[in-house]
Nanobody
Framework: QVQLAESGGGLVQPGGSLKLSCEFSGSIFTFYTMAWYRQAPGLQRELVAGFTFDDKLNYENSVKGRFTISKDIAKKTLYLQMNNLKPEDTAVYYC???????????WGPGTQVTVSS
């Protein structure tokens, strides 16, 4: 059974940077499409950045040029480098794995990112 564990969140000032990690376990990493989502208080969960089935990249418009998604297959880890953070980036960030075969989705518990001076 797939398990995901996010880390790297915290409190950062506007303009600062954070790098989130999502450790994958319980199955074969390359059998899954990976993505980062976030949910701010009172708002719906939204896609931040993700890989497509054929490994192309998607970014939410407001993070283009500031956030970079990447993955290390050997370490079974997904990353999100976040630069020039803004207060509106404050949210709980979640990692999601989608099976290529069953389309079953697995979510991590999330990591809090707070951007404030």
């Amino acid at each position: 059974q797939v398990q995901l564990a996010e880390s790297g969140g915290g409190l950062v000032q506007p303009g600062g940077s954070l790098k989130l990690s999502c450790e994958f376990s319980g199955s074969i990493f390359t059998f899954y499409t990976m993505a980062w989502y976030r949910q701010a208080p009172g708002l719906q969960r939204e896609l931040v950045a993700g890989f497509t089935f054929d490994d192309k990249l998607n970014y939410e418009n407001s993070v283009k040029g500031r956030f970079t998604i990447s993955k290390d297959i050997a370490k079974k880890t997904l990353y999100l480098q976040m630069n020039n953070l803004k207060p509106e980036d404050t949210a709980v960030y979640y990692c999601k794995a989608t099976s290529h075969y069953s389309q079953q989705e697995t979510w991590g518990p999330g990591t809090q990112v707070t951007v404030s001076s």
